[in-house]
Each structure stands twice: as structure tokens, then as C-alpha cells.
């Protein structure tokens, strides 16, 4: 039976993370178990009193939440028939999407939850560090250079790829175009090397959607462009080159902001409104593909939660000049005040192993998420869907329908494959460790053909406990 509620709590969620970490099968999961909640199946609340949810509404576009720049719906239905029907995982996304609904639980005697979700293309996270808090787009332009050609330098991988395109910016004969394209064809060969830090992030994902395919850096630095348009591109440029070549600033500082305005401006406003953050941290992607990966999380982590952070009014000046106008009251700033940092995927391993990624988490943004008072923190290795499952426990063996097989060719969704997993060490190896010293297998989801009976779930219903305090 429902008591009357008095007033409607709102909870605006965005959630963060390079691509391919789950982003959109975390909220497809986590709207499916709100929306057909199961007590048994997703806990909600405290231990003592769990709740169950009633009176779900989607709220769909109405004037009240509807965002400037009309941000698109988050596809539920759509990611949901993908797994049922298909037994397949959603599509990529490809632009900042949100989802609103409101229900009554039965642990709140006199609230409603009105719970807002935004969804964005991990792309263009790595582009956050544009907004910088300066007013004028020179200095803007400048300040972003110098930190992202500073990360660039001296990265012990990526420094190399980025060493030829360094000496011709300093090149007082150089010609913009060169420079440009040395600067694509390095940033083609970190991403064949798996590294997710790659800005402008329309190199990776352009303005229709269409994300980078292919291993030949060349013809990817010929094709894929940087910046709002082919004919719209910008690079970062060191300080000694901006004065050597000034009408490429001049160039570029029209470009940078045009770019910062259309494509990253939305996507750090929706998140300056939201209460809680979660920001994904694969680790059992990072533990796959090695180090370099392990440097461009932890550097992404810090410059998002810099670019973020709840303190900084500079960029709230600038955010008020453009949107204030725009935004309906209950649009305007709001503070952040939790952030979740998620481990996904974790049915892939053995559920002894589970402490053990949530640690190797806590170890990697320890530093970062330090510097960041007045918020609170939490550390949560989820499995938003399972897709694998252990078999015989205390053997790392696992069971689930592999994507590939032991050759690496594709398979469709079928017969489920054994397959063991190397344990997750304690802390991250000191000494580093190669792409492959850490396998764990991509895997079909696990579904059922009933339409109102969400996936099984391991640590979904703690996180978002944790995120509708
Ligand atoms: N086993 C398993 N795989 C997952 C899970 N969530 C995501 N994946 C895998 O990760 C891929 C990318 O997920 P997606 O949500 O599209 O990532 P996004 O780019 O961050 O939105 C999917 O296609 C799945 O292969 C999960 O909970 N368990
Ligand atoms: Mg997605």
C-alpha cells in the first residue's frame, strides 16, 4: 500500500568512463531492476529494511527536464531488446543521452525519487580538460596545450609517437597541415596501442557518430580528423612553437572555442548539475593491455576530477555566462557530493577475486581522489549483467559464451565455453607487466527471454544505494 508522499526527491546521476568500460549496460541494467523490481534480486536500502519499488514512471520530455542543447533519450528499450532478443550487448553509443524516472519506495515513508541519468560517449571525457576555467579562449587555448603537451612529452610510450610531430611544430619552415597530420598519425598509433587518452576526441568519434576502424596509422591520420570538421581541425601546440607561429594560434584559438562551445560545453554542463557521479575504472582491461593504459586512467581521473571539482567557481563563471540564461531553476548548479568509482565486468572472475579489484581501484585513484575535500567517496567492483559465471570453485575456472574462441575468431552468442583466469594480484606489479600477462575473456550476456525479469546483478543494488542516499 502506498502512503502519501509529501515531496519528490531528485537525484541527477551522470556516469563517466572511457569507451567500451559499460557504461550504457550499467544504466540499461540498472533501469531494468527499478523498473520490474525484484526485492530478491536487487536489494534497495538498508540491511535491516530493504524496500521495493512501486509507482515507476518514466518521465519522458517534458519542459521540466528538458536540457539545453535537448539532449537526446537514453535508448532503454532499444539496449534491453538488443540482450533479450539477441542475447547480444547494446550498440556503442554515440552522444550524451539522458533518462528520467520517478518512483516510490517502501523504505521512504514521505518521498518520491525522481532519478536522472545521463549517459555520455567515453570519447569525449578525454576532451573535459578544455574547459579550463579561463575566460578568453587564448589563454584557454593555451592553458590546454601546455598540459596536454606536457602529458604527450613525457609519457614514456606515447613520447615517442609524439616526438616527430614535436620537432616540426618547433620548426620555424614547418607548414600547419604537416603538423597537423603528424600530430593525427600519433595520436593513431597510442590508440592502436590501447591507450583511451585521446584528445580532441572527434579523432576517435566524429561529429556523425562514426568511430575510428582500421591499423594503419597513415590512413587513419588521412582520414579521421581533429576538431569540429575536416576543415575545422586544431592540435595542441608547446609554448615555444605559439611563438613561432602565431596565425596557427590565431587559427586554432577560433577553432578551440567553437569546439569547446558545441561539443564539450554540453557535456560538462549536464555533469556540473549532477549530485552524484559514478566514474568507471576497468581494471580488468587495465590488468589486459598493460601500463600504459594504467598511466592514461589515472591521468584522465585526476584531470576529470580537476576539471569537476565542486570548488572551482572559475568554471562556474563561465558556465553561468552561457547557460544561466537558458536553464529553468531546478537546471541550475547543484554539488556534487558523492562519486562512486566502479570496477565493472567482475562476473568475469572468480567472486574470491572481487576485494582484490576494488582494491587495486582504491590504489589507483587513491591520489587523485585524495585532493577532493567535502566529497564523499566509494569503491564498488559491480557485474551490471553476468555474462560468465564460476564453475568450479577454487580452480579459477569459469563458464560462459566467449565472443571469440582460443584462435581469436568471432563467435555468436551460444553453447557456453570453459575458461580459466589468472588470479588478480593484490597490488599493481611494480615492475609493470606486458599486454596479455592478464586474460580475461569478453563473454554474451546471460539473459532471460522474460520480458519483466532483469539479468542477475552483483553490486548494482550497493552502488546505487550508495548513489540515492
Ligand atoms: N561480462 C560483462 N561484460 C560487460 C558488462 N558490461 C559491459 N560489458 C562488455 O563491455 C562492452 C561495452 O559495454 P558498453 O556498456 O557499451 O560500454 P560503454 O562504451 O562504456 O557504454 C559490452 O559490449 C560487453 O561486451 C558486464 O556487466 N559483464
Ligand atoms: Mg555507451
Redesign the pocket.
Known sequence: MSTFRWKTVERRIGII?P????????LTSLINHLKFHDPLRFKLGAANKYGEVSHYKEITDTPDVRKPGSLSWFDYEGYRNQFVQNGK??A??KDISQYVCEFERSDWTFNRLRLHLF?LP?ERVNDIPMITGEKDAKTAYAAWSDRTCRRLEKDLTTGEYFQPFFELARRADASVADVVHRYKVALAKSRLAYRPYITPSTFLLDRDGQRIKGTDSEILAKTRYCGLSPEEEFVPLPADSRTTHPEWVEAFVGRFAKYQEEVILPVVSSLKTCHALVI?VDVLAILGHGPGMYNDYRQLVGDLLAALDPKDTTLDLVLRNVYETLLPVNWRRSWISRIAFVA??T??IPFEDRARVRSLMEQLVRHEAKNCRGITMGYFPV??????RENQQGRREMLGST?YDADGTPLTPGAERKFSVPPVPDVWPEQGWKPGDFIFP??Y?RVSPLSNCPTEQVGLDELFNFLSW
Open positions: 568512463g569507451r567500451w568500460c559499460g557504461k550504457t549496460v550499467l550487448w547494446p556503442a553509443t549517459d567515453g568507471m565493472p565486468k562476473d568475469r557485474a551490471a549483467v553476468l555474462g560468465a565472443l569478453d563473454v550476456p
